[in-house]
């Protein structure tokens, strides 16, 4: 397991880009992936207002997500389909064609399955071989289709951008709250240089992971997923897993505790209480409708850790 880093401490005028109103006091990370809880505790008290002013934002953003999903689902099942290997099959005018062909072509005057004029073989040495089968000529070779594609692969890929896309709601959820306070730009600020923070203890993760594919900068705090898991395939396949667990729980975990030390224990508390909402409501959803809520409970373990 990764020894913390004792002496990371960052300024948190510097981490928000400005001064804020709330406490001013450095932000050291002392992350610990030993063994957490996942039970999600029940909600703490906040104005019914704040309260329904979220539900309504979430439930606007679990729509979006929900279009997401299925239009990650479309484009996997489309690749699926564009990578399967072709098999070649006559079209219906070809057999059709065919079967013209056969048709009204005449038969032979001779149907008989003997032909008298061929050489007798000598007893006991069978029938003579086939034209085929003299020497110097190639028999024809039936090479089988290629494979199509490991659908289980592709499935798998499929569950890690979505896993992805919903711990990426975690920074959205952030954003949600801090934006109103302290204002859209030190809340993007914030959520970008927490990124360059995970990167420092986990390069091998987060190289380049808050650039998109075109060469742009992502500077809302977002990070690309395809350059996350691509790479997390050049980790070592036995502890891939667990090093990406502790890169995004150290990222959610700078960034909780950015808002502590800026803001106060009191927000860092409605924050952890509505990403702990986010997540039972999804997996209240996923169990309804039967399907695997694994995900959500390991990003359940993430707030855990915080």
């Known amino acids: 397991m990764r020894k913390p880093d004792d002496d990371l401490k960052i300024d948190i005028s510097e981490l928000f880009g400005g001064d804020l109103s709330g406490p001013s006091e450095k932000l050291e990370e002392t992350v610990d992936m030993g063994e957490v809880p996942t039970a999600i505790p029940g909600p703490l008290s906040a104005s019914p207002e704040d309260e329904n002013h979220f539900q309504e934002w979430m439930n606007s ?16 099942q489309e690749s699926s389909i564009t990578d399967a290997a072709p098999v070649e099959t006559l079209s219906s005018g070809e057999l059709l064609g ?3 062909e056969e048709a009204t072509t005449p038969a032979p005057a001779s149907a008989s399955p003997i032909d008298f004029n061929a050489p007798m073989s000598p007893p006991f040495m069978g029938p003579p071989a086939p034209e085929a ?11 089988p289709p290629a494979p199509g594609p490991d659908l289980e692969e592709l499935k798998r890929l499929q569950a890690e951008h979505e896993f992805l896309m919903l711990y990426d709601e975690f920074r959205n ?10 204002g859209e730009k030190k809340t993007l600020t914030m959520l970008g240089r927490t990124v360059e923070l995970a990167r420092e203890k986990f390069p091998e993760v987060f190289r380049n992971a808050n650039w998109d594919s075109a060469g742009n900068l992502l500077e809302d705090g977002s990070v690309d997923s ?6 997390k395939k050049a980790l070592d396949p036995q502890r891939a897993d667990e090093v990406l667990d502790a890169a995004l729980a150290t ?24 990403l702990y909402q ?22 359940s373990s993430y707030v855990a850790s915080t």
Do not use: C
């Open 226 to 231: 395809q350059r996350l898991m691509d790479n």
């Open 133 to 143: 089968a003299v020497a110097g000529e190639s028999t024809p070779s039936t090479t």
């Open 251 to 274: 990222l959610l975990k700078l960034r909780l505790q950015a808002v502590e030390k800026g803001l106060g224990t009191g927000l860092k508390n409605k924050v952890r209480v509505h």
């Open 61 to 76: 953003r679990n729509i979006e997500l929900e279009a997401k999903s299925q239009e990650l689902e479309r484009r996997f």
């Open 98 to 100: 065919g079967a013209a």
């Open 278 to 299: 986010w997540i039972s409501e999804k997996t209240q959803k996923a169990i309804r409708e039967g399907k695997n809520a694994a995900h959500l409970k390991r990003l």
């Open 173 to 182: 959820i952030i954003a949600y709250e801090l934006k109103d306070l302290v």
